[in-house]
């Protein structure tokens, strides 16, 4: 217990004020989400076209996963690759990043915080709702605008009461960070949102969407199985009681009854007229923008073509280019660097980047390793090794490969 003391201890520690990086006067003031990020979370566990909308851009961004390039003109270069490489490995930053993209794509914000005791050994991904305000300085004398995030406060149900981190001990993953506020914006806030123009009010696209999906089964129950009026000519008040016990306790999909005598029988009937289709679907097109990927479409619409995909496909490259390009000088400025700097090495020199992908490796041409067995370049053994991977079929081994 001591020791995980010991490792927190430096994040709730601020640091003396030096320099001239702080004004003489400064206000310090407090922003919080305005849709609280667990209840935009909510949406995404449980509303299919989010979900699956946000985990394609996710997958999109870091899915193909990363490789780690060094300054080869470095003295240092490959002890100072193999330590970055060996913390990637320890922390596991692969998945980390690929936790961390979900939940900053879809509410524009994740926190990870930095054990570090004396140095930085591990990184602890925060619940999205630990953080309830972010306290950012503005500059004093009548301006006020904000430069430089002075803590994070966390939730009573996460530490004591007045427990803040400071900004040192936190990566604080933001996209989209408009206004004054000190959090971001990912792509379901704009669902989760109401609209309001001259006193008018507009229920957020989630309520709609939701209430139109609660309402659909009772339609289907109530029209599948149609309630049938039935006029009946000189009936006694007590056999009008019975139609209406046997009416009630119909099964769902409708039921017939029948009475002897005279009458006229209706069937309720939904109205032709009520044309609801193109309402419903201008409510689900501005859902599909909110959440701002068409791939959803290739597998829900018809119609859709190799070309429609491809245009797809260049329309979300346009999106993630630029979270891809975030999160690499992200991870290069609070974690490698400090990695390196801690081992000795000088950050600026090794030059240790983040590279989406897999690393290229050279295409193998079968003339050009037939010429360099011919040129002495490559011994008989290796060659053989390497031809059996262009398919052919070497039976009798040479006295080295026997061995």
Known sequence: MNNIVKKLVE??????????????????TETSPDIPLADVMKL???DPTCKASVDLLAS????MGFYTTANEEYPQMEKAKQTIDQFNEDVNLDALLNNMARVLIACGNDFWL?????KLVSLQKLPIDAVEKVKQAYIGEGLKIPYKTEGYKLRHSYAEADKELVPEAVIHWRINNIGNSGFGIGILQVLLHTLIFNSNRRPSYAWMKAKIERIMPSIFEKYAGPDVLTLLENAKDEDIKKFESAIRNRPEEGAWLFYRGKGDIKPVMLDPRARFEYYIDHIINQFYLGCETP???LF????????????ALELQDMLINPIQRYIKRQVERDVFDVILSQAGFNPTE???????????????VMADLIKAAELGFIRSEEFRKNATKFGWELWQ??????K
Not at 19 to 25: E, K, L, Q, R
Not at 350 to 364: D, F, H, K, Y
């Open 397 to 402: 081994e040479t006295e080295k490969e026997a």
């Open 350 to 364: 090794a030059q240790i980047r983040l590279n989406w992908g897999s690393p290229e490796t050279p295409e193998v």
């Open 295 to 297: 791939l959803p479409r």
């Open 60 to 63: 999109a961004t870091v899915g």
């Open 11 to 28: 994040a709730f520690t601020r640091s003396t004020r030096s320099g001239t990086a702080y004004p003489s006067t400064q206000t310090v």
């Open 300 to 311: 829900s619409t018809p119609g859709f073509t190799e070309a429609s995909a491809k245009a």
């Open 114 to 118: 930095k054990i570090t005791p004396k």
């Open 44 to 46: 995404y566990e449980r």
